[in-house]
């Protein structure tokens, strides 16, 4: 559940959000989006969390492939599906990961 | 509870975990270091969430003050005990955030 991504350097998006108390939908979007964004090139991995906010965390290549990815057809409809009907508010932050350390017990 | 953060460039620690099936004290742990990371220099803001894994992003102004944090005494201690007691596993990521975007319904 937690994504083995490749060495740094390599590129985060942190989307964090708040829903509308109604958001009819949404989950299925989540869902299909999460595969979608598998299938693209440069992709390394997603991490996602929803208690009182989500936030989910996807992992690319390079910028390029963010890009792509953001304006990838079935992508521009949900984002446009989540400004309109389903979040209250967002927040995206596009972040070079540096450094990573995993811990695992054995 | 999305926080504010300055236009960037800024840092951001992207820690995601999965608790072992028995963790008692994490929960008061937790809390208490979100208060704590929150008093330290060039902290910028923090969002968690937790279902299934749990993702805590916390914002900083730069390295040397994740490092600083990194080092306060009670956080240490609360990594020690992390290792030993509370996670099964987790993954540590240390990022430059570049860009920034946000949304809110009026």
Chains 1, 2 share one sequence.
């Not at 994504?3 to 590129?11: A, D, I, L, S, V």
């Not at 708040?18 to 869902?31: F, N, R, T, V």
């Not at 390029?64 to 409809?77: A, F, G, R, T």
Request: glycine content about 4%; hydrophobic content about 30%.
């Amino acid at each position: 559940m937690i994504p083995n991504t490749p060495e740094p350097p390599y590129y985060a998006v942190i989307f964090t959000s708040i829903l509308k108390k109604d958001h009819p939908g949404y989950e299925e979007m989540a869902i299909r989006m999460e595969e979608l964004a598998t299938q693209q090139p440069c992709y390394l991995g997603i991490e996602s969390a929803r208690s009182g906010i989500g936030i989910s965390v996807s992992y690319w290549k390079d910028l390029e492939s963010i890009s792509n990815w953001k304006n990838q057809s079935e992508h521009l409809l949900a984002q446009e599906l989540g400004k309109t009907k389903w979040y209250k508010s967002y927040s995206l932050r596009i972040s070079k990961v540096e450094r990573h350390y995993t811990f695992e017990t054995n």
